[in-house]
Nanobody, 125 residues
Framework: QVQLVESGGGLVQPGGSLRLSCAAPGFTLDYYAIAWVRQAPGKEREGVSCISGSDGSIYYSDSVKGRFTISRDNAKNTVYLQMNSLKPEDTAVYYC??????????????????WGKGTLVTVSS
């Protein structure tokens, strides 16, 4: 069983930045695709970004492309989501999710099998 723990959420002003972290205590994330998926109030879950566990391919939704950056540090067993130029519409609970090897580009949540509990990001002045 893969346990995923998100951290780094909080309140930030429009135009600000946050960095989210996803860790997996006691489990090695090597070869796992890791995705960040968000859910705003009253809306469906939306895949934001995914990094493949096979070849390191990276995917972004159009809504965050150019503003968010996903990265992984295998030595620290952690995946990050650097979020810049944040907008009020980025307000959501952000979930870290994992599945072995690939990001499923045909799924709006990248086809993930394992999910964290989420961390809240609020963008407001």
């Amino acid at each position: 069983q893969v346990q995923l723990v998100e951290s780094g959420g909080g309140l930030v002003q429009p135009g600000g930045s946050l960095r989210l972290s996803c860790a997996a205590p006691g489990f090695t994330l090597d070869y796992y695709a890791i995705a960040w998926v968000r859910q705003a109030p009253g809306k469906e879950r939306e895949g934001v970004s995914c990094i493949s566990g096979s070849d390191g391919s990276i995917y972004y939704s159009d809504s965050v492309k150019g503003r968010f950056t996903i990265s992984r540090d295998n030595a620290k067993n952690t995946v990050y989501l650097q979020m810049n130029s944040l907008k009020p519409e980025d307000t959501a609970v952000y979930y870290c999710a994992a599945q072995y090897y690939h990001c499923d580009g045909n799924s709006n949540t990248y086809g993930m099998d394992y999910w964290g509990k989420g961390t809240l990001v609020t963008v407001s002045s």
